[in-house]
């Protein structure tokens, strides 16, 4: 089937088997392999993109859901020209990545929680976290990145 | 354009590439006309294989090929080897059965792989692995090591009667008993290891490709060591020459221990590359890692620990069962052996010390290294026995930690334990954690929340550990089977910009940002104007990999010494350009100058002549500036230092809150804080992973992985965590050329103890004196029921 959304603010028709699951299309056809598989069960939060800029699991969205609506993946974070989006300079900043797998998730979920909540309380971060695993950071630089970016992307120092 | 160097904390120069997506992990490559491969793995812990039919399956949509273990022993494939034999004390070697890359005979943990299936896509091929025919003849399993160990008890391989691997000790059994003798008191625990699944967030995945026309394999893996992979593998299991095989170990996901073994998947994917001439990839799912990636701990311990009437240490006695799980794997014996009673004697002077293994065979997936390694296991058995001690005895748990302290002055200190500690100052760790922690505060902390109805406790834990893997000589003599140096190349380029090509292996450690401030510091170049290279055979000429927090250690120590040997280089060329003697030529601060004149090269201008010898000396002179080092270190490093832990508990529901902790590690020099520090976060949240969460349960009677997705293992997540608070102190190591001693598992040694003696602290006044892992409130609630209703039975 023939379905049309913008992805990364570029429009783009694709022709998909229905059962085609986001993540693998962005991954397998569309060379964005930015947006991670790090389970089978739902549960880790990397394969994260904004869906109208809300974090959605793209291991579980179908492509055929998505005719009209507009998917920003990590890739589609910094500007065209390069520069990092605030968030990704935040937890560049303050060491918020190790490894490196789990952070297109972490920084789409960082991206929607500083859009929902501009100026959050530690806790309220910690518990919006719940759904991305890290098993490198220990999460505690995580959450320093994100109270910083939401901060920058608020515009308060 | 600055030099970075020692003790700063530049941005990491891998960040960017994470940050956009634009990471290479092996999911990420697509070669041209790969297909996929699908692994059919054995749904029983234990059950004999008869005939396999593939028919069904070759008729699929898409199917290239099926594979099974009889296709592999027709190709005199060889076993899965292990690098580190171990000698029981009876002086008999370990028991080494056969570990087949695909299971021929028997499979002997649920996940076992008896079959691959190769196809057009990943979907095709995990389709058709259903139709792959394999007649089980289930056999009982055995699950827990004491059943293991019954005489009656069904075997794991046949060549192993009653599936003992090996019974190993270590120390002085005569001394420990003299101890028992003259011991005022005796404080005694028995306690478990949880089993644990390391998870790293990227799962395992393979690509295999062969080029007919070269005679030439290409392996890219998810491994912590490519060069080890190549030697094992090629050498070992395929016969592949070793100048015939590339291994690749790109951006890589995470590691801790998980991805630094040999496994049967890398094995199988290149043996059928070559067979079909195709690039073959495998991506593991999740719920597959469960049952396929190497786990870790999982011991059973009795340990007793003899004082003297003033609470001084007198000896220890610790005896463990060690679960091998199903197969020996890469290090899997030398984990509960070398890694661990080498460690029991913590930072105490502990006289008299003696260990026994019994390193046992079960029907679960194989026990290999799991960050830390051995050591948190050791550091756990011997801090919570000195709680039980300091109990018992009524001695403060700080003061009787005090008591037997090896002071400063006394090192280097030979432990009854092999090893010999070079450099340390634990009390200075244990008093600045005290301060850090305000533990004078606590016994308020406790009243406030006594008011809310909490119980809160405080523990404390210090360890030691022994890392930066290994001095090959003393690793030699306990068994291992090859070198535990490392190597790294600088080759300086004629505009000076720098290549550093190294052994070890980054997947989240900063290497390419500390590797460079190291660079920067010796040699004086901008610190963007070096590229650290690792993870691929065909670029770095050796290495064994990261793992045993050596990459600093070891590999940073090959990095200066060839730094070193560049400058030597460097003085040569400037004394030809300069007409100075050699010996006359200085480096410093980035410039070659001739002692006591004004007369000097740039280290860039020397990185341009010595790419252009017009007129070299050539007899005495080679061009070009690039030069290689191999360090092999003269002793394992010792980092240690203080945890305090505090948590409530809410004595209804069970329910625990982890309010804080502090650490204050010595992980010898710095060399960029930031790094350090993100290792210690995420090192110590692992080992509260281990005390309160983390548990590979198998059904005792079945054999099947209880705890086999994300929703039944329950990993560390942000919102169950407290902010830590890391606060180093600082002795150079007395044998490393910089003063490092690594960090990488600090976190994860020292914590679990912590943990468990804050929640034990916390039960005292109901009488409760262990809490095996993972403290659940399932666990601390049905603990509290049972030591409340026995004091009301007793009233
Ligand atoms: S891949 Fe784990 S939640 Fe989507
Ligand atoms: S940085 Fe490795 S999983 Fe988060």
Request: hydrophobic share 40%.
């Amino acid at each position: 089937m023939k379905v049309s959304f913008t992805l990364n603010a570029k429009p783009v028709t694709v022709d998909v088997d229905p059962a085609t699951r986001l993540a693998d299309l962005l991954r397998e056809d569309m060379d964005l392999t930015g947006t991670h598989i790090g389970c089978d069960t739902s549960q880790c939060g990397a394969c994260l993109v904004l869906l109208d800029g809300e974090s959605v699991k793209s291991c579980t969205l179908l492509v055929a859901s998505l005719e009209g609506r507009g998917v920003t993946t990590v890739e589609g974070l910094a500007d065209p020209d390069g520069g990092l989006h605030p968030m990704q300079t935040a937890f560049r900043e303050n060491h918020g990545l190790q490894c490196g797998f789990c952070t297109p998730g972490m920084l789409i979920s960082a991206v929607d929680f500083a859009n929902r909540n501009p100026d959050p309380t530690e806790t309220e971060l910690r518990h919006w976290l719940e759904g991305n695993i890290c098993r490198c950071t220990g999460y505690q630089n995580i959450v320093k990145s994100i109270m910083a970016g939401t901060a920058a992307m608020h515009q308060r120092a | 354009m600055t030099a970075i160097g020692i003790g700063q904390a530049p941005k990491r120069k891998e960040d960017v590439r994470f940050l956009t997506g634009r990471g290479r992990y092996v999911s990420d490559i697509k070669l041209h006309n790969m297909a996929a491969a699908f692994f059919v793995r054995s749904p029983h812990a234990h059950a004999k294989i008869g005939a396999i039919d593939s028919s069904a399956a070759l008729e699929a949509e898409g199917v290239v090929a099926v594979f099974t273990g009889a296709d592999l022993e027709a190709a005199k494939v060889g076993g899965l080897p292990v690098g580190w034999g171990i000698t029981g004390s009876d002086g008999e070697p370990m028991k080494e059965p056969f570990y087949p890359v695909l299971a021929v005979g028997k499979v002997r943990h649920v996940g076992d792989p008896v079959a691959v299936v190769v196809a057009e896509t990943p979907e095709q091929a995990q389709a058709a692995a259903d139709l792959v025919m394999v007649d089980y003849e289930p056999l009982t399993p055995v699950v827990s090591m004491l059943d293991a160990l019954k005489p009656e008890a069904p075997l794991v391989h046949e060549d192993v009667p009653q599936n003992l691997c090996c019974d190993w000790a270590m120390g002085d059994e005569a001394a420990v008993e003299e101890a028992r003798q003259k011991a005022a008191h005796i404080a005694r625990i028995e306690l478990v290891n949880n089993r644990l699944i390391g998870n790293p967030m990227e799962p395992r995945a393979a690509i295999a490709e062969y080029d007919r026309a070269r005679d030439h394999y290409t392996l890219y893996t998810t491994s912590q060591f490519p060069h080890v992979v190549r030697f094992l593998m090629g050498g070992l299991v395929l016969n592949i020459p070793q100048h015939k095989l590339r291994v690749v170990a790109p951006d890589v996901g995470g590691g801790f221990g998980v991805k630094q073994f040999h496994y049967a998947e890398e094995a199988a994917l290149t043996f059928i590359a070559g067979k079909l001439c195709r690039p073959v990839k495998w991506v593991s799912e999740r719920s597959e890692g469960f049952v396929s990636d190497r786990q870790g701990r999982d011991h059973v311990t009795e340990a007793e620990l003899m004082l003297d009437e003033n609470g001084k240490f007198l000896g220890l006695w610790v005896s463990t069962l060690a679960n091998m799980g199903g197969y020996l794997s890469t290090f899997g014996p030398n984990i509960p052996t070398n890694l661990y009673a080498p460690l029991l004697s913590g930072v105490y002077k502990l006289p008299a010390i003696f260990c026994n293994v019994k390193v046992v065979f079960t029907n679960t997936l194989p026990v290999d290294a799991y960050r830390g390694a051995g050591r948190p296991e050791a550091t756990f058995v011997l801090e919570r026995l000195v709680d039980v001690a300091a109990i018992e005895t009524g001695i403060d748990k700080i003061e009787i930690r005090r008591r037997n302290m090896i002071s400063k002055e006394e090192y280097p200190y030979q432990t009854p334990v092999v090893v010999e500690y070079d450099s340390g100052d634990p009390m200075a760790c244990l008093d600045k954690a005290i301060e850090v922690a305000d533990i004078a505060g606590f016994e308020a902390r406790r009243t406030e929340a006594a008011r809310r109805g909490k119980y809160r406790g405080l523990g404390l834990s210090t360890y030691v550990e022994a890392c930066g893997l290994a001095p090959s000589r003393l690793a030699g003599q306990m068994g291992a089977r090859g070198g535990l140096y490392e190597s790294a190349t600088v080759r300086v380029h004629p505009t000076s910009h720098v290549s550093v090509m190294i052994g070890t292996h980054n997947h989240g450690q900063g290497h390419e940002t500390t590797f460079a401030q190291i660079v920067s510091e010796q040699l004086g170049v901008p610190f963007e104007d070096i590229d650290i290279v690792f993870g691929d055979t065909d670029r770095v000429q050796f290495g064994m990999g990261t793992y045993g927090s050596r990459s600093l250690v070891v590999g940073g120590a090959a990095l200066s010494k060839a730094g070193d040997k560049v400058i030597v280089k460097g003085r040569k060329i400037a004394a030809h350009l300069l007409e100075a003697s050699f010996e006359d030529i200085a480096f410093e601060k980035g410039e070659f100058k001739v002692a006591g004149t004004d007369r000097a090269k740039t280290f860039a201008e020397i990185a341009g002549a010595a790419y252009v010898p017009h007129d070299y000396p050539l007899e005495t002179l080679e061009p070009g500036l690039e030069e290689q080092a191999y360090y092999d270190p003269i002793n394992f490093t010792y980092p240690g230092g203080a945890h305090f832990c505090e948590v409530e508990i809410d004595p209804d529901s069970g329910e625990i809150e982890l309010c804080a902790y502090t650490a204050v590690d010595d992980v010898g020099t710095i060399i960029n804080p930031m790094i350090v520090e993100g290792q210690l976060h995420g090192g110590i949240v692992q080992g509260i992973g281990q005390a309160l969460f983390e548990h590979g349960i198998y059904d005792e009677e079945t054999g099947q992985l209880m705890s086999g997705s994300f929703m039944d293992y329950c990993m560390p997540r942000a919102d169950n965590l407290p902010s830590i608070t890391i606060s180093p102190q600082v002795t150079a190591c007395a044998h490393t050329p910089m003063g490092v001693k690594g960090c990488g598992e600090c976190g994860t040694i020292g914590s679990p103890a912590a943990v468990i003696n804050a929640v034990v602290d916390a039960l005292k006044p109901l009488g409760i004196t262990h809490v095996d892992m993972p403290a659940t409130p399932n666990r601390l609630w049905a603990i509290i029921r049972n030591a409340q209703s026995t004091s009301i039975a007793a009233e």
